[in-house]
């Protein structure tokens, strides 16, 4: 994917907030799919890369019924774990070590709004840098399109569906 890697540091965005230290990847629960664990035990990057956090009580995000499957976990929200800093430990000084094919869905969907029926627009407000009150720069400083994330967000939900067959959706 040509503009869609941010990575290496060069002209990418998120190399360029990695290295000044001010990236959306810092304090942030993403939830991983087992597709994206799979993807990402592929690229051989060393575990534990993901941990469990506890799921708040009447955790879920009001009307996406099949998103609220994820909170049915045994254990908690699967989510990517943090260095001590509060960090992703898949960040570095060079922006995220995956790629975007390898990234977790919800990595790759950001900065989109969306459930499980389609993009419904974009909440880049979690960006730290100057470039979040114009949603368009920021998706072209990203290397991202509607159409694309459309594509990620149906495997996205495709996942949660086939992990959480049954998990209620009240």
């Not at 540091?9 to 304090?27: E, I, K, N, V």
């Not at 890369?49 to 955790?59: D, E, H, K, R």
């Amino acid at each position: 994917m040509s503009g869609s890697d941010c990575r290496p540091s060069g002209p990418g965005l998120c190399g360029r907030c990695a290295a000044g230290d001010l990236t959306c990847c810092r304090d942030t629960e993403v939830f991983l799919t087992l597709g994206d664990i799979r993807r990402i035990r592929e690229r051989e990057v060393p575990d534990p890369f993901y941990t469990f956090v506890p799921v708040a009580a009447g955790g879920g995000t009001g009307g996406d019924r099949v998103w609220n499957r994820i909170f049915t976990h045994p254990l908690g929200l699967r989510v990517i774990a943090h260095r001590p800093g509060g960090e992703c430990v898949l960040l570095d000084h060079d922006g995220c070590r995956l790629d975007m094919e390898t990234r977790p869905l919800i990595c790759r969907l950001y900065p989109f709004e969306y459930d499980a029926v389609c993009i419904k627009g974009i909440t880049p407000h979690l960006c730290p840098r100057p470039e979040q009150d114009n949603a368009p720069l920021l998706l072209a400083l990203l290397g991202m399109n509607r159409e694309e994330a459309e594509i990620w967000r149906s495997a996205l939900y495709r996942e949660i569906i086939e992990e959480y067959p049954d998990a209620p959706v009240e």
